[in-house]
């Protein structure tokens, strides 16, 4: 029986798992960054919307760093957790890990990133994030 979870992070849990898909390729064929970039967003937010207790919006990405290609067929496992917390804002680390190969399995570390995400309230304005 094949492990699944081999070469991912031992005991953390994924915010998010999703395959690269051909929808997802730039002109090369290769998984366009953009929609790389797209679900370090949706990962980070998640931990984000929790310790915030609310909504929150992206207001920067801080960093982010490609460091190997995706490709299409790679199931990316991306964790996110809460690194900082301001007054109304929020910075989330996020890693992203492919799997890939299934008849030979590999998992590599793809990217790593760091984010600013400010809670807000129903209006839109910023709002204070709960203490603890």
Not at 17 to 26: G, K
Not at 85 to 105: D, F, I, W
Not at 117 to 131: E, N, T
Request: net charge neutral; with cysteine; proline share 8%.
């Amino acid at each position: 029986m094949i492990d699944h979870e081999q070469g991912l992070p031992a005991h953390r849990i994924p915010v998010l798992r999703v395959p690269a898909t051909p929808a997802h390729t730039n002109l090369g064929g290769d998984i366009f960054g953009g929609w790389i970039m797209s679900q370090v967003d949706i990962a980070g937010s998640i931990p984000a919307v929790l310790r915030a207790r609310g909504r929150v919006v992206t207001v920067a990405v801080n960093a982010m760093t490609f460091l190997k290609p995706v490709f299409v067929g790679d199931i990316l496992s991306l964790y996110a957790d809460v690194i900082e917390v301001g007054h109304t804002s929020l910075q989330v680390g996020v890693e992203v890990y492919a799997q890939r190969n299934p008849v030979k399995p590999e998992c590599i570390k793809i990217s790593d990133a760091r984010l600013t995400y400010v809670a807000i309230d129903d209006k839109g304005r910023p709002r204070p994030v709960p203490i603890g």
